[in-house]
């Protein structure tokens, strides 16, 4: 397009839901903290173009909203597609990467405790 800028609003071609095989809901809990780990390098197996996009960009550990920004695509349908893989064992999760329920109250009581003493 004539005059269109790089950060521009572009529509995929290809809906959500196409690419989650219609489901809307994933099999885990994933949020956009959870932290990724491949457990399969991309060359090595057979699986489709989004799961080995998805497997490359699991080379170390890396969260579910980093992963989407690199493949352009809403944490809720990477979301989808990272829970199949999970139960295909080509990913895992990170044990304790889901920062939603954060530190205990006694932690946060010794944080506080601490910078008192500062």
Do not use: F, W
């Not at 099999?27 to 903290?33: F, I, N």
Request: aromatic share 2%.
């Amino acid at each position: 397009m004539p005059g269109a800028r790089e950060d521009d609003y572009v529509d995929h071609p290809i809906r959500s839901y196409v690419r989650t095989g219609g489901r809307a809901r994933p099999t885990h809990r994933l949020t956009p903290a959870t932290l990724l780990i491949g457990h399969t390098d991309p060359a090595s197996t057979s699986v489709g173009r989004q799961e080995r996009e998805v497997l490359s960009q699991c080379l170390g550990v890396i969260s579910m909203a980093e992963i989407a920004v690199h493949l352009g695509q809403p944490v809720s349908v990477l979301a989808v597609i990272a829970s199949d893989m999970i139960d295909a064992g080509l990913i895992g999760v990170r044990p304790d990467s889901d920062t939603a329920t954060g530190p205990s109250r006694e932690t946060l009581q010794k944080v506080l405790h601490a910078l008192n003493h500062l």
